[in-house]
T-cell receptor, first 120, second 110 residues
């Protein structure tokens, strides 16, 4: 059974970088043709796709965040990561790591989510 | 880029049927699959419909999805409403470079 688990600091200072990691068990990031993605949800608001990385390493980012976001794979640890630069209060949210197949882009597995707060 | 527009909220009584719409702003609704997620407070979203009209195992057949090319929209229909169906529902689709969610619809079963 595929499982995803987010980890990282829950508190980030304004203008600094938010770094989160997703640990994946039950599947290999580097073998199967899936995308691995980050989605966020500000408190009381809707879901926002941040970006996806293909198992080959190709990346796709939300136009609204492009330039501040980097998603990367660490196949040796079977993890993928999110870095979001220059954070502001608007970046405070629950961050979910997910998977979506290349053939239907359906987010079929989700982590439980991790709350990131932006405060000095 | 395109947007998916959903009603902010809907409400209906137990046992009745409700339909939630999801309208795509540009590009053909039938050009890319539409998915529907249910999210209860404090939990991650779960899939109720994928690939326009497919139900994952474990989702009751009271949930159904459809596509209407004439209005460029997708719909989620829940029949025989139960109080446990009260939740937020999100549609989602994609194009060649982006994955997009609708703004979400809060379903109240009263």
């Amino acid at each position: 059974q595929l499982q995803l688990q987010e980890s990282g600091p829950g508190l980030v200072k304004p203008s600094e970088t938010l770094s989160l990691t997703c640990s994946v068990s039950g599947d290999s990031l580097s073998i199967n043709p899936y995308f691995w993605a980050w989605i966020r949800q500000p408190p009381g608001k809707g879901l926002q796709w941040i970006g996806s990385i293909y198992y080959s390493g190709n990346t796709y980012y939300s136009p609204s965040l492009r330039g501040r976001v980097t998603i990367s794979l660490d196949t040796s640890k079977n993890q993928f990561s999110l870095r979001l630069n220059s954070v502001t209060a608007a970046d405070a949210a629950i961050y979910y790591c997910t998977r979506h197949p290349a053939w239907n882009h359906h987010f079929d597995y989700w982590g439980q989510g991790i709350l990131a707060t932006v405060s000095s | 880029n395109f947007m998916l527009t959903q009603p902010h909220s809907v409400s209906e009584s137990p046992g009745k049927t409700v339909t939630i719409s999801c309208t795509r702003s540009s590009g053909n609704i039938d050009g890319n699959y539409v998915e529907w997620y249910q999210q209860r407070p404090g939990s991650a979203p779960t899939t109720v419909i994928y690939e326009d009209d497919q139900r994952p195992s474990g989702v009751p057949d009271r949930f159904s999805g459809s596509i209407d090319r004439s209005s460029n929209s997708a719909s989620l229909t829940i029949s025989g409403l139960k109080t446990e169906d009260e939740a937020d529902y999100y549609c989602q689709s994609y194009d060649s470079t982006s994955r997009v969610f609708g703004g979400g619809t809060k379903l109240t079963v009263l």
